[in-house]
């Protein structure tokens, strides 16, 4: 699949979003990541969502407590109730992606039920998001109590969104086939439509391309963009479209030479620090340093210290935390946090002090640890400031504080990444989050390790014993074997097993984070 028959792909299907959404006046446009923005051009694109598909997926139906996506709502308040135009694709032998048929409409149902729980509409209009066939239709019925209990167990604070928003949300498809719902019009004074526009035009499974066209072109850019980023695009649109495939890498090439570097254009147009709420708290990514000039403190998070003596920030104070990067980063960050509450308190946070929380992505490892300052230091009703509540004691790994369980994590976690969906902190992030401010969790996983490595040793101590009285007994190979095995060691197996499925269940209490949404 060449580049420029990618790049010709995405202008077909941009084109199509515009065009439909212009037969929507009043809507505001959402791109969908993590490919909806190479659809919808910036000036259309209001905000942007995190609906995922696998989310959508038969059998897998979620309610997301991760993402809950509450900037939605924000964007439905900012249209005056009009509704939301959001737009997304998916790759051949679909007409639209899971995340349009089954996980947006579970969302919708989920969000009306919190929202306007009386409300009559709310459990009847569901469906018409358009649910992916019979056996999905009766799948998810079956969930959607338990989804609204998810959500109801959250305890969000949405009193906000019950002033702002007037009436229930109900998604429809749109497509190449069937641009516009007649229904709409029929209840159109009664509901916010959402409408769900897949860009891509369908081609039949067993074909990759259908006259240089690509269905889906601009999934898994990371792989073939060379670098390019969605803005970029819009930005040398035509160029980019009329060059050939022997031409395009040079162009590609010169585009982000011309932007000066990659990262300084990234971090001026999209990946600009995000502040989290009413708080003086920013999260992005490791800034040059007269960025950080305009910092009271900056907590950095990467394997190397990014700056030489020479740049040593020269006024704001800054905690570097060496938790090393990617996956193995999430699983050690509960180790180097014992600084973090001295050096928040050490700073004037009471008075406005401000405070950047950077590590190479912007993405996992900052969000994680502005997470845990976020549940700390501001009270969760009004983000007043009660960082001066915090009493943190690193030998012990205690904190004299509120309580704090994992719904108040995840409601803070929406808080966040409403702000900006691209922030995904990993599994082993969250972890490391839900040890440090929950740190019960952490003795008890230690203990059954370690009841986990007693078992264990028991077990070897046994199978030892039994191959020695097999041997003693001057039995064949075999019967020493079995003997090995059998000779008494079963009991320490079980122990292990009991202690590794005990472990499992308290394990539990941090998946119920439900870190994979």
């Known amino acids: 699949m060449s580049i420029s028959n990618r790049f010709k792909s995405i202008r077909e299907d941009g084109n199509f979003a515009v065009e439909t959404m212009n037969l929507y006046p009043g809507m505001l446009g959402i791109a969908n990541q993590r490919c909806g923005s190479w659809y919808l051009p910036p000036g259309r694109t209001h905000a942007t969502s995190y609906f995922k598909s696998t989310d959508g997926h038969h059998g897998q139906w979620a309610f997301s407590k991760r993402r809950l996506n509450l900037q939605v709502l924000d964007a439905v308040i900012k249209s005056n109730n009009t509704g939301l135009f959001i737009v997304d694709s998916t790759r051949k032998g679909k007409t639209m992606p899971d995340a349009f048929a089954n996980t ?45 209990r998810d959500g109801e167990a959250l305890n969000l604070n949405l009193e ?32 916010t439509p959402i409408i769900l526009c897949t860009a891509s035009r369908p081609i039949p499974a067993a074909e990759s391309l259908v006259e240089g066209y690509i269905q889906g072109a601009a999934d898994d850019s990371e792989y073939w963009a060379q670098g390019l980023t969605p803005n970029l695009y819009w930005r040398y649109e035509t160029e980019l479209c009329e060059t050939s495939d022997a031409d395009l890498p040079e162009l590609i090439f010169n585009i982000i030479a011309s932007e000066k570097s990659l990262r300084r254009m990234e971090n001026l147009e999209t990946h600009q620090p995000t502040k989290i709420d009413t708080t003086n708290f920013y999260i992005g990514t490791l800034p040059d340093i007269d960025v950080i000039e305009g910092y009271h403190g900056v907590v950095i998070c990467s394997d190397d210290y990014p700056y030489s003596v020479e740049e040593e920030p020269k006024t ?19 180790d180097h946090l014992d600084e973090l509450v001295p050096f928040l308190k050490s700073l004037d946070l009471a008075n406005g002090a401000s405070v950047l929380f950077a590590c190479p992505t912007g993405k996992d490892i900052s969000v994680g640890i502005a997470l845990i300052a976020f549940c700390l230091f501001y009270e969760e009703e009004d983000n007043s400031f009660i960082g001066d509540t915090v009493v943190y004691e690193a030998a012990t790994n205690s904190m004299t504080h509120l309580e704090i369980d994992k719904n108040l994590i995840l409601r803070r976690l929406a808080h966040i990444t409403g702000g900006d969906p691209e922030m995904n902190p990993s599994r082993a992030t969250l972890q490391s989050v839900h040890a440090f401010l929950m740190s019960e969790w952490d003795s008890k996983i230690a203990g059954l390790e370690e009841e986990k490595k007693k078992g264990k040793k028991k077990w070897k101590d046994k199978k030892e014993k039994g191959k020695k009285a097999a041997v003693g007994a001057g039995g064949k190979k075999g019967d020493r074997d079995e003997g090995g095995k059998g000779g008494g060691g079963g009991a320490g197996k079980e122990e292990v097993g009991e202690a590794e499925e005990r472990k499992k269940d308290i394990s539990g209490g941090l998946k119920t984070l439900d870190l994979e949404g």
Request: net charge positive; aromatic share 12%; hydrophobic share 40%.
């Open 104 to 148: 947006i409409p579970i969302w919708c149902y989920v969000m009306n039920k919190l929202l306007f729980p009386e409300h009559l509409l709310s459990e009847k209009l569901w469906a018409w998001g358009g649910v992916d066939g019979t056996s999905d239709r009766v799948g998810i019925w079956k969930r959607l109590k338990g989804f609204v």
């Open 160 to 191: 906000y969104y019950r002033k702002k928003l007037t009436r229930p949300l109900v998604s429809f498809p749109s497509t190449r086939d069937s641009p516009v719902s007649p229904i709409i019009a029929l209840f159109k004074d009664q509901i």
């Open 316 to 334: 704001a104070r800054r905690l570097w935390v060496q938790c090393g990067e990617g996956k193995a980063a999430g699983r050690t960050l509960r």
